[in-house]
Nanobody, 126 residues
Framework: QVQLVESGGGLVQAGGSLRLSCAASGRTFSMRGMGWFRQAPGKEREFVAAISHGGSNTLNADSVKGRFTISRDNAKNTMYLQMNSLKPEDTAVYYC???????????????????WGQGTQVTVSS
């Protein structure tokens, strides 16, 4: 089992930055690909960024390329999302997720993830 807890969300002005963290429990964090997803009111949950179990491979949604950076520290069982140049359209609840299988790569497919955090709200004002 993997339990995930996000933190670091908040209210920020357009152009500002936030750093989200995802703390994981359990012994398999370093063996699992991880991802960040977000869901805005009235919209479906969408892919933001993903990272392989070892951290060498990453994927980013086109909408966040050049602005968001995903990383992980397996020694601390923690994943991060550094968000720069934030826009009002980035406003959403952000979720971290762990892939179902072990020794997995980065994936943008929501169906590849079985473990989810409770989410953290990010609000970007214009």
């Amino acid at each position: 089992q993997v339990q995930l807890v996000e933190s670091g969300g908040g209210l920020v002005q357009a152009g500002g930055s936030l750093r989200l963290s995802c703390a994981a429990s359990g012994r398999t964090f370093s063996m699992r690909g991880m991802g960040w997803f977000r869901q805005a009111p009235g919209k479906e949950r969408e892919f933001v960024a993903a990272i392989s179990h070892g951290g060498s491979n990453t994927l980013n949604a086109d909408s966040v390329k050049g602005r968001f950076t995903i990383s992980r520290d397996n020694a601390k069982n923690t994943m991060y999302l550094q968000m720069n140049s934030l826009k009002p359209e980035d406003t959403a609840v952000y979720y971290c997720a762990a892939r179902s299988s072990l020794y997995t790569s980065a994936s943008s497919s929501l169906n590849d993830y079985s473990y989810w955090g409770q989410g953290t709200q990010v609000t970007v004002s214009s």
